[in-house]
C-alpha cells in the first residue's frame, strides 16, 4: 500500500508537496500518449482518490467527467482474475465516458489478466495502458528531481528512487 499511497500523493496537484502539477503533467501526457484517450490540461481540478471503491488510484477531473483508474501492483501476481476490468467498468459506468484509462502499474510493466467479456474485450484492451515503475515511474521522477523546490520532497523522492533502483532485478 506504500506505493499507492505515495503515488496517490504526488499526482494530486493540491496536496502539501507544494509542487502543483510537477508529477501529474507527465503522468497524464504518458496515459494520453499510451491509450490515446484525450485527457484534461493537468490542473488543480483533478480529484485524486485513493483505495475508493477497493480501486487503488482514481483520477477525476469533474469538468470533463474524464477519469484515470490506476491498479498499482508491486507483485504482479498478487491480483485477482478480472481486478483491472472490473475497475475499469465501474469508472466507465460512473462517468458515462467511452474511453477510461485503466492504468495497470507494476514493477516491469507486466500485463493484466484480459479474461473479459467478449462484449468489452476490444474497448478493455484499446484502455489498458501498462506502466512500469522500473522505467515509466522511475524516469518521471528522475526527470522532476531538478524542478522540484521543496527539501524535504526532494528527498523523499531521492530515497524513494533508491527502493526502485533496488528492485530493477
Known amino acids: 500500500r506504500t506505493h499507492q499511497k505515495l503515488l496517490a500523493y504526488l499526482l494530486d496537484p493540491t496536496q502539501g508537496h507544494e509542487q502543483g502539477n510537477l508529477f501529474l503533467a507527465p503522468?497524464?501526457?504518458?496515459?494520453?500518449?499510451?491509450?490515446?484517450?484525450?485527457?484534461?490540461?493537468?490542473?488543480?481540478?483533478?480529484?485524486?482518490?485513493?483505495?475508493?471503491?477497493?480501486?487503488?488510484?482514481r483520477l477525476w477531473h469533474p469538468d470533463s467527467r474524464q477519469s484515470v483508474v490506476i491498479e498499482v501492483k508491486w507483485r504482479a501476481n498478487e491480483h485477482r482474475a478480472?481486478?483491472?476490468?472490473?475497475?475499469?467498468?465501474?469508472e466507465k459506468d460512473r462517468a458515462r465516458s467511452p474511453r477510461v484509462p485503466a492504468v495497470y502499474l507494476t514493477r516491469f510493466g507486466t500485463d493484466p489478466d484480459y479474461d473479459v467479456p467478449e462484449a468489452d474485450r476490444d474497448d478493455f484492451q484499446k484502455d489498458v495502458v501498462l506502466v512500469s515503475y522500473k522505467d515509466d515511474i522511475a524516469g518521471l521522477?528522475?526527470?522532476?528531481?531538478?524542478?522540484?523546490?521543496?527539501?524535504?520532497?526532494?528527498?523523499?523522492?531521492?530515497?524513494?528512487?533508491?527502493?526502485?533502483?533496488?528492485?530493477?532485478?
Do not use: H
Request: proline content about 7%; charged content about 25%.
Open 27 to 57: 503522468f497524464l501526457d504518458n496515459v494520453t500518449k499510451r491509450s490515446g484517450v484525450s485527457l484534461p490540461p493537468p490542473d488543480a481540478i483533478w480529484m485524486v482518490f485513493q483505495g475508493k471503491a477497493n480501486i487503488d488510484v
Open 82 to 90: 478480472g481486478q483491472l476490468y472490473s475497475y475499469w467498468r465501474l
Open 141 to 169: 521522477l528522475c526527470r522532476a528531481l531538478p524542478e522540484i523546490g521543496a527539501p524535504r520532497v526532494r528527498e523523499i523522492i531521492r530515497q524513494y528512487l533508491e527502493v526502485l533502483t533496488e528492485q530493477r532485478n
